[in-house]
T-cell receptor, first 113, second 114 residues
């Protein structure tokens, strides 16, 4: 059973460009969480999604950030018009049920030049 | 919201000694407490977890204790080995109708000296 997959592993963007991060949950998992980790800090919750639904986006910045988890395909975290402060590692986690533990992917390291 | 504090931020121990990392949380409704190990350039890996109806849980050299009254929980690693060197994160969560988001501590960088 493959673990949580994220791609790309590394992403470089110039200021003003768009960044698109993908997350494929573990097989059988329909709950996806996105977290952001700044250098030498803990992980901060961003958004929780189920298939075709955003359940909790209380950790998402109000502008430029959006997330989706379509019926088919991976979950996508989209950052429009990136700024240098968006540089961070973005992790997604999945779980089979809402109350279950979360299994993390390897992360996407975004660098904004 | 929940606030999780973690200490120490860095910890160095000699190989074979024990390591203890402590976390406190603020929301008494939190009922699930996982610990993750993160190696450089990798995602966090679950190493042990505990729920609020249990006071202690052990898995080989790793144990976690929970004191609900004091709202703190600790990770204990015995007989440490160089491969235990990593950053360890505690987290607290509570299942609600909007999910089960984790609140993480700021991490402890553990170095085991051979």
């Amino acid at each position: 059973n493959a673990g949580v997959m994220q791609n790309p592993r590394h992403l470089v963007r110039r200021r003003g460009q768009e960044a698109r991060l993908r997350c494929s949950p573990m097989k059988g998992h329909s709950h996806v969480y996105w977290y952001r980790q700044l250098p030498e800090e803990g992980l901060k919750f961003m958004v929780y999604l189920q298939k075709e639904n955003i359940i909790d986006e209380s950790g998402m910045p109000k502008e430029r950030f959006s997330a989706e988890f379509p019926k088919e395909g991976p979950s996508i975290l989209r950052i429009q018009q990136v700024v240098r402060g968006d540089s961070a590692a973005y992790f997604c986690a999945s779980s089979p049920l809402p109350l279950d533990t979360q299994y993390f992917g390897p992360g996407t390291r975004l660098t904004v030049l | 919201g929940e606030n999780v504090e973690q200490h120490p931020s860095t910890l160095s121990v000699q190989e074979g000694d024990s390591a203890v990392i402590k976390c406190t949380y603020s929301d008494s409704a939190s009922n699930y407490f996982p610990w993750y190990k993160q190696e450089l350039g990798k995602g966090p890996q679950l190493i042990i977890d505990i729920r609020s109806n249990v006071g202690e849980k052990k898995d080989q050299r790793i144990a976690v204790t929970l004191n609900k009254t004091a709202k703190h929980f600790s990770l204990h690693i015995t007989e440490t080995q160089p491969e235990d060197s990593a950053v360890y994160f505690c987290a607290a969560s509570q299942a609600t109708n909007t999910g089960n988001q984790f609140y993480f501590g700021t991490g402890t960088s553990l170095t085991v000296i051979p």
